[in-house]
């Protein structure tokens, strides 16, 4: 229930931002910007998920932590959301779910504040 609710809501904001830039209430730029780094966002949760899958006691590299943060910290966070409810990846590390959720905040407010310049 909790996975598909999240998957919803960052698919909605994501066409919320597409249908407000439509009713010229914000530039293309906003869509494409935060599109483009979801999709980029989800694809380092997904390559994450297969070298974590594959390391199975070998010493692979995988990407840091902080880089998946820093991608959802600056506007990627909807992809991270879907990333990590679909591909069920760090989605059981608490500290790491707190920082996601801190980046949503931050980025909401930061939106919410441009747009009512």
């Not at 009713?23 to 780094?37: A, D, R, T």
């Amino acid at each position: 229930m909790i996975k598909s609710t999240l998957i919803i809501f960052s698919s909605v904001f994501i066409a919320a931002l597409w249908l407000a830039y439509l009713n010229h209430k914000i530039e293309i730029f906003i869509p494409m910007y935060i599109s483009s780094l979801s999709g980029i966002t989800f694809l380092y949760y997904a390559w994450d998920k297969r070298k974590a899958v594959q390391s199975n006691h070998k010493q692979v590299h995988r990407i840091p932590e902080r880089h998946l943060h820093l991608l959802a910290l600056f506007g990627g966070w909807p992809g991270a959301l879907i990333a990590q409810q679909s591909l069920r990846h760090k989605s059981q590390k608490r500290v790491f779910i707190m920082v996601l959720w801190l980046c949503i905040v931050v980025n909401v407010c930061v939106l919410g504040s441009i747009n009512s310049l």
